[in-house]
């Protein structure tokens, strides 16, 4: 397949149940920026959704309207990292989904492939929950795409790719594709004519993810299947 570009998605991808620090951090961002305290959470569909997305739904279910909410999500943005930054425990290893970090010692070293991000984490937030959970170092600064760079998942691809490219010219999608655990992260790829493997390690099992290119198990046949390529 010559040169790849590899993007990951994080909660149910490479780490696995490690979102109650999150979820934390977002319900007290709510509650110090917009006065939300006891934000219905439970009843925002989460997975595969931007922070903003997830933050904006509940807000609006308890009243809120959009531009108020609008008006000061930069100051919930910064809310939220500091909150993740005090709530996320001084290691997430133990979080890392099964075969996760040989796949990646075995990706990191091949000439041929770049190793980047898609997901839906403010990049502190993502980065952070990397570094607590000991991959951080796979994954380079000023790559990849984040909940904070646009609200909308779909939105993402592109973003990455620009950050991959060389020359001002993207990365190009042929020779891209993105690897997560729900039907939000393959509509994502498909908005950017990207390749997507899902991975049925997080909360959708393997028969709801059928409309992507390929699905695996687990990290392990990921990594039979990228080393097939």
């Known amino acids: 397949m010559?040169?790849?570009?590899?993007?990951?998605?994080?909660?149910?991808?490479?780490?696995?149940?490690?979102?109650?620090?999150?979820?934390?951090?977002l319900l007290d961002a709510l509650a110090s920026v917009y006065?939300?305290?006891?934000?219905?959470?439970?009843?925002?569909?989460?997975a595969g959704r931007t922070d903003t997305q997830i933050a904006r739904a509940i807000a609006l279910a308890c009243g809120l309207d959009?531009?108020?909410?609008?008006?000061?999500?930069?100051?919930?943005?910064?809310?939220?990292?500091?909150a993740f930054a005090r709530s996320c425990p001084p290691s997430l290893a133990a979080y890392v989904a099964p075969g996760i970090r040989e796949l990646l010692d075995a990706v990191a070293n091949q000439a041929n492939t770049?190793?980047?991000?898609?997901?839906?984490?403010?990049?502190?937030?993502?980065?952070?929950?990397?570094?607590?959970?000991?991959?951080?170092?796979?994954?380079?600064?000023?790559?990849?795409?984040?909940?904070?760079?646009?609200?909308?998942?779909?939105?993402?691809?592109?973003?990455a790719r620009a950050r991959a490219g060389r020359d001002g010219i993207p990365y190009p999608r042929e020779r891209t594709t993105v690897i997560g655990d729900t039907p939000l992260d393959i509509a994502c790829a498909r908005a950017d004519g990207l390749r997507v493997i899902a991975i049925a390690t997080g909360p959708h099992p393997a028969d709801e993810l059928v409309s992507?290119?390929?699905?695996?198990?687990?990290?392990?046949?990921l990594r039979a299947l990228l080393k097939s390529w």
């Open 2 to 25: 010559g040169l790849m570009l590899l993007l990951f998605d994080i909660d149910g991808t490479l780490l696995l149940r490690a979102s109650e620090p999150h979820r934390s951090a």
């Open 35 to 46: 006065g939300l305290a006891d934000a219905p959470i439970h009843r925002v569909a989460a």
């Open 66 to 82: 959009r531009e108020s909410f609008d008006a000061l999500l930069s100051d919930f943005r910064a809310a939220c990292a500091e």
């Open 114 to 159: 770049h190793l980047s991000l898609l997901t839906g984490n403010y990049e502190p937030v993502a980065r952070l929950k990397l570094a607590r959970a000991e991959i951080a170092e796979y994954f380079a600064a000023g790559q990849g795409a984040f909940g904070s760079d646009a609200e909308l998942r779909d939105d993402l691809g592109p973003i």
């Open 212 to 221: 992507a290119d390929q699905v695996v198990a687990d990290a392990y046949e």
